[in-house]
């Protein structure tokens, strides 16, 4: 089994910028693709970012592409999510995920695609 534990979010202004963390433990050999996912109130569960762990090849949603960068550290276990200009409409809470089919080129996009969640971590972005 795979346990994943988000961290780093908060409440920040509109404009603002935060980096949420997620750690990986257990088989974590078994996880090839991390992926970044969010849930507004009311919404469905969206994809936001994914990267593989063989190549780093990375996919973006449009609505977080030139402010989001997802980063890991294999070596750590951990998955990286840096957000900058945020906007109110970011504000959701941001599950981490790992994927455990190998592949290449673009990584999932679809929630039922991945494994493993975490518990989610609160991001609220004022106005």
């Known amino acids: 089994q795979v346990q994943l534990v988000e961290s780093g979010g908060g409440l920040v202004q509109a404009g603002g910028s935060l980096r949420l963390s997620c750690v990986a433990s257990?088989?974590?050999?078994?996880?090839?693709?991390m992926g970044w996912f969010r849930q507004a109130p009311g919404k469905e569960r969206e994809f936001v970012v994914a990267?593989?762990?063989?190549?780093?090849?990375?996919y973006y949603a449009d609505s977080v592409k030139g402010r989001f960068t997802i980063s890991r550290d294999n070596a750590k276990n951990t998955a990286y999510l840096q957000m900058n200009s945020l906007k109110p409409e970011d504000t959701a809470v941001y599950y981490c995920?790992?994927?455990?089919?190998?592949?290449?080129?673009?990584?999932?996009?679809?929630?039922?695609?991945?494994?493993?969640w975490g518990q989610g971590t609160q991001v609220t972005v004022s106005s």
């Open positions: 990267i593989r762990r063989s190549g780093g090849s990375t």
């Open positions: 257990g088989r974590t050999f078994m996880i090839y693709t």
């Open positions: 995920a790992a994927h455990q089919v190998p592949g290449i080129g673009a990584p999932p996009t679809h929630p039922q695609e991945y494994a493993y």
